[in-house]
């Protein structure tokens, strides 16, 4: 039976609390005195959530209070040491804030968590990591191999020893990780992985849908009430998906996945949610023996050949986050000798290279019914935007007519069905940071081409606006 609400009395200028009605409160304001009725909330209900990031809260719930009058949480953040990780999280750590990392088994997870705790603990202070995968002997030898001072990377001999603030502990049972942490009191927490922690007071089996739910809501708790910053590894499933029930994502503060090729060192992290940045930042890594290594000049690691002019390749750009990334797009147009004509990319969508192609049968006389066609974007990276359509299809026209461009040239635009060229956002900054990089013709949509030349008259003949695909082939072919 539900306990029933009792009634006090409060002060709406000081907050004073009174069990009866008084004319005149402590605080000296007259008639002042609001009744409210509140219910009584044991402590130890596991299943509420504190009251934000400072974990102030009371055992008394259904009392709001008035927005203007709700003074800012800590925002404070922790620096991980690790330049691409602080850009993804938004400038560093929240500190209570819950951030669940995901991506496939090797890819580099484990390393970067043990590099970021290690820089913690050598500038805040304790850091516990929690494996319930590996034991600690095997924790023992990654640090071994990537902790250490960044600037003594290539110079393993020198590197300092790893910092007496970084604790491990080989444990899945979640009422043991609780009685750590508050011998420990940790300024960070790391649990790989969620899918191996359990707690005694369900009986299901560790990684099922009832215990990551349950698990979830105790770290929850932890790093709201005591103000830790807290990463938790999650599984993915075969289709690249996060593993386990929905729940934990609306849960936590942040996800981000850690993906990569096997075959290239490249490593992309990215955010899909961020209550504390935005989402549309990545970091790019490279992975390495000693561990992984920041990439600061990511077009630089994709355009290997780029002054090279080459039929089939163009090279094209994304703006990711605060800073344009350049790629190059490879494509190879071949008879087609039995069958149907085969239609293979990678890194690029594959619903989208059949749209494109379709717009070149149609707009520019382009006959790929007996064509194989293969498209790939050098480097291992998956671009989501549509800005790489029209390095799509130039790249498509240059195999086929074996044409290569006769200076160095750079294309952004979106096709349309029509054959139109929509515009895309901040072509003004991939434009300029094309230039910088020595491009002499930048190929765009007749929109973004005014605006850059409205907000410069510098290099104002390198930028190509065409108004529909027909266009950006016969700049691209002069």
Not at 349 to 371: H, T, Y
Request: a neutral charge; glycine letters at 10%; one cysteine or more.
């Amino acid at each position: 039976m539900a306990k029933k609400p009792k009634t006090v009395f409060v002060c709406q200028e000081c907050g004073y609390e009174s069990p009866k009605w008084m004319g005149q409160c402590i605080c000296g304001a007259w008639s002042s005195m609001v009744e409210e009725k509140v219910v009584e909330i044991t402590q130890n209900d596991v299943r509420r959530r504190g009251s934000g990031l400072s974990g102030k809260s009371t055992n008394r719930g259904g009392r709001p209070s008035q927005l203007k009058n709700v003074g800012s949480a800590n925002r404070k953040r922790l620096d991980t040491g690790i330049g691409e990780l602080n850009r993804v999280l938004g400038h560093g750590m929240v500190k209570g804030s819950l951030t669940l990392i995901s991506g496939e088994p090797g890819i580099g997870k484990s390393t970067l968590i043990i590099q970021a705790a290690e820089n913690i603990a050598r500038k805040y202070g304790p850091v516990l990591y929690v494996s319930g995968e590996e034991s600690e002997e095997q924790i023992k030898m990654r640090a071994d191999r990537v902790c250490g001072e960044i600037k003594n990377l290539n110079n393993r001999e020198d590197a300092e020893n790893i910092s007496d603030n970084l604790f491990v502990l080989a444990e899945t049972n979640m009422e043991n990780i609780m009685a750590v942490c508050e011998t420990v009191k940790p300024e960070f927490l790391i649990v790989d992985s969620i899918q191996t922690m359990y707690t005694q007071d369900l009986d299901s089996a560790p990684g099922s849908v009832s215990q990551v739910r349950a698990c979830g809501n105790i770290l929850m708790q932890i790093g709201k009430s005591e103000s830790i910053p807290i990463f938790i590894v999650a599984h993915v499933t075969k289709s690249g998906e996060l593993a386990g029930p929905k729940i934990v994502e609306h849960l936590v503060d942040c996800v981000l996945n850690f993906a990569g090729e096997r075959d290239h060192e490249i490593r992309i992290l990215r955010a899909f949610k961020n209550r504390f940045g935005t989402t549309s930042e990545i970091g790019a890594f490279r992975m390495a023996e000693e561990g992984l290594i920041e990439i600061e000049n990511l077009s630089g690691s994709f355009l290997e050949n780029a002054d090279e002019s080459t039929e089939g390749s163009v090279i094209t750009a994304v703006y990711e986050g605060s800073r344009p990334v350049f790629l190059e797009i490879q494509a190879l147009v071949t008879p087609a000798n039995v069958g149907f004509a085969r239609r293979t990319a990678v890194g690029i969508d594959n619903q989208r290279l059949s749209m494109i192609l379709a717009v070149l049968e149609k707009k520019q006389g382009i006959n790929l019914l007996n064509q194989d066609v293969y498209v790939n974007v050098v480097g291992g990276i998956k671009p989501d935007s549509t800005s790489v359509d029209l390095g799509v299809a130039l790249a498509v026209y240059s195999s086929m007519r074996g044409k290569a461009p006769a200076k160095r040239t750079a294309a952004i635009g979106e096709v349309g069905l029509t054959g139109d060229l929509r515009s895309v956002s901040s072509a003004e900054k991939i434009a300029a940071e094309a230039l910088r990089l020595g491009y002499e013709r930048i190929i765009m949509p007749l929109k973004n081409a005014k605006a850059v030349k409205a907000s410069s008259d510098k290099d104002k003949g390198k930028i190509l606006g065409a108004k529909n695909l027909h266009e950006a082939v016969r700049f691209f072919a002069e």
